[in-house]
């Protein structure tokens, strides 16, 4: 992908928007995301929820949107050692993993009117998927074991941790957003945002935080559609 791309990749996300949203509930519009072609899927499902998760009025290229990008991809490739290939759809569509996806969730926007709506908001974010592909990450070797994230002033209680934090049972956690850089910049944080921002984390025991199959695809829409 490169920026000879945009208006394709504008012109296939806004095609993307309207196949989902003529879903007549939240169910149905899954249904429909899970019914794509996997390379559409995995399109879909960085742009959705980096648009979901990261705070808001980030410009393009931002190191939090390709940090968003970078945890679902890892989890994506550390999933397929105990199993078939997944989408990044089956991992964002995970319940209690990516919050925006959570319909119990205050942080889910998912179901928020203008989330499938205007695909122009997206144009931002379609640029930086395209930096996503050539970016500089650093530290080396760290940055593939980056899984998870939460935002501090996004819990409830304010500034309380997770659960996947606090009760991690292999004890490997490790936070790591300091060390992070991504094309040279550090990632947001508490000291340049006023909006919100993430603290990244390695070390996460994968089969028991965001263990996903195939067949991860039926319970998820079942549940839904109880």
Partial sequence: IT?????????????????????????????????????????????????????????????????????LDNR???VSWWGPPLSVMDIALQPWQYSMFNDWDKNGRFDGNNFLRNASQYNTLIDSLITYQNADWQPPGTIDDITHYYSPPAMVPKNSQPRWVSHNRNGTEREVTSQIRVNG???VNRSNSSSGYHRFYTGIDGRANYSARRKSRDSILRDCRR
Avoid: W, Y
């Fill in 185 to 187: 910049q550090p990632v």
């Fill in 76 to 78: 994506k490739k550390a």
């Fill in 3 to 71: 920026e000879s791309d945009r208006d394709q990749l504008r012109q296939c996300m806004s095609s993307i928007l309207n196949f989902i949203k003529a879903g007549a509930n939240r169910c149905d519009q899954m249904e429909r995301m899970f019914s794509l072609k996997e390379k559409e899927q995995d399109f879909a499902a960085l742009l959705m929820t980096t648009k979901g998760e990261a705070p808001g009025g980030l410009p393009a290229g931002s190191p939090d949107h390709l940090m968003i990008m970078k945890s």
